[in-house]
């Protein structure tokens, strides 16, 4: 039977007889898994309880609390007044009748992806997973199904690592404007309750913001992750924000501690993202959400973004971006030493839109003609060209960026240079200046011997002559609105 006295004790023995200690000193040994360094492009999941509305975003449980919200009124206009029909009455609506694990594997397999990262327990509070710890989870409510460990077990069968995500440490604050009025929140007082703690919402790049989450609700967060951990052996432990918290920080290295000393028992390699500078930098990975790095970087990183510019779960007015940008995204990313995490928001009944599938499928071509450019490949000595340039930091991917001709970005495997065109031109004709002609004393040019060029995904053979004003390409009959890719020889 559950204890979370007897989980908590686990956790100290787990580090205590491990070679990781709940230090950032210790934690700084622990290096990034070359599984993820060559997978590239992974998959994210939002589904839960807040797919049932479809309106706004995940967010839904937290906006229909704030009076006044498009949420609220939206709420009260179909559901009626939250009193009466709160958040947790979605639950017995969500029945993911269509839901298929397999069939949701293979889309994604298909789409190329290495990984992918359910949620596993969003800012509502609800598990999609099979629990000790609460009953508010889909195995026991709602699908009656272990939706984590069906798609855990089809990723096994399909050659996919398994990673998992968790939200949960917002939900500190996430329920907690039911309060300001009369819902059904009132009055959920104990631990363990979907509601609980619902406590007043401060402000979020506070790191010191209170009310300070307390010592019970912080062990039942780190619980939680260690149960995640022990339970699917997740090889990507994806955390959200809000874990830069300052009273977080003793229970984060607890956990990666815990994280590191149980996948070295298991013999895996693991990796843990964070944002905010949460964690020490060097003892886990830098995620940047829907954003990336303008310039290459000496560490390795990830940006997770959607294939829906306003929303993470499906809502009934999703804007889906084209495919083209999301392959852009992924080549710059790649180039300059990151992983791509893209996440697609299934519909409540547990089909997965038609704009997603096509986005996938599309994604998944391309990268069946030209993985050999993303897949295992290293950055090189310049990881872009041309005009156009990226913009740095989070939450920059609404606007589209327009690439042209004279763009291109660079990766490296084995004997082989990939030059990608980001917007290849109806004549056919291209100069990589990074590839020019240079008097060996112009250091730091590139100076080394180019035996043949190729295009990736057609079968015709480039014209193709290096000069001084840079490699010179020449083709008749290739077209795509996507990426091209050149494999370039060296000696």
Known sequence: MYSKEMYLQQIEDVINRGPYKANWDSLSAHET???????????????????????????????????????????????????????????PLFKAEHFDAAAWIDLFKKAGAKYVVPVAEHHDGFQMYRSDISHWNAFEMGPHRDVLGELTEEMHKNGLVNGASTHRIEHWFFMG??????????????????????????????????????????????????ELIDRYHVKELYFDWWIQHSSAKPYLQKIAAYYYNRAAEWKEEVVIAYKHDAFMFGTALVDIERGQFADVQPFYWQTDTAAAKNSWCYTENNEFKKAKDILCDLVDVVSKN??????????????????????????????????????????????????????????????????????????????????????????????????????????????GIIENVEVLGFEESPVWKRTENGLEIETQNVRSDKPVVFKIAIK
Request: aromatic share 14%; net charge negative.
């Open 33 to 91: 898994p070359a599984w993820f360094r060559d997978a590239k492009f992974g998959i994210f999941i939002h589904w839960g309880a807040y797919s049932i509305p479809a309106f706004g975003n995940e967010w839904y449980p937290r906006n229909m609390y704030i009076q006044g919200s498009p949420e609220y009124e939206h709420h009260r206009r179909v559901y009626g007044d939250q009193k009466d029909f709160g958040y947790k009455d979605f639950i």
């Open 177 to 226: 404007h039911g309060r300001d009025f009369d819902s059904d929140i009132t009055g959920s007082e104990k631990e363990g309750d979907l509601y609980w703690p619902a406590m007043p919402e401060g402000d979020h790049q506070d790191l010191f913001s209170k009310p300070v989450p307390t010592r019970e609700f912080l062990e039942d967060w780190m619980v939680r992750t260690c």
């Open 338 to 447: 990151g992983n791509l995490l893209l996440n697609v928001g299934p519909k409540a009944d547990g089909t997965i839109s038609e704009e997603d599938t096509e986005i996938l499928l599309q994604i998944g071509a391309w990268l069946k003609a030209n993985g050999e450019a993303i897949y295992g490949s290293r950055v090189w000595r310049t990881a872009a060209e041309g005009p156009t340039k990226v913009e740095e930091g989070q939450f920059t991917d609404g606007k589209d960026k327009v690439f042209t001709k004279e763009d291109f970005r660079f990766t490296v495997k084995g004997s082989h240079l990939y030059a990608a065109c980001l917007s290849y031109p109806e004549d056919g004709r291209i100069v990589i200046k990074s590839l020019a002609e240079q008097d060996a004393s112009r250091l730091p040019k590139f100076h």
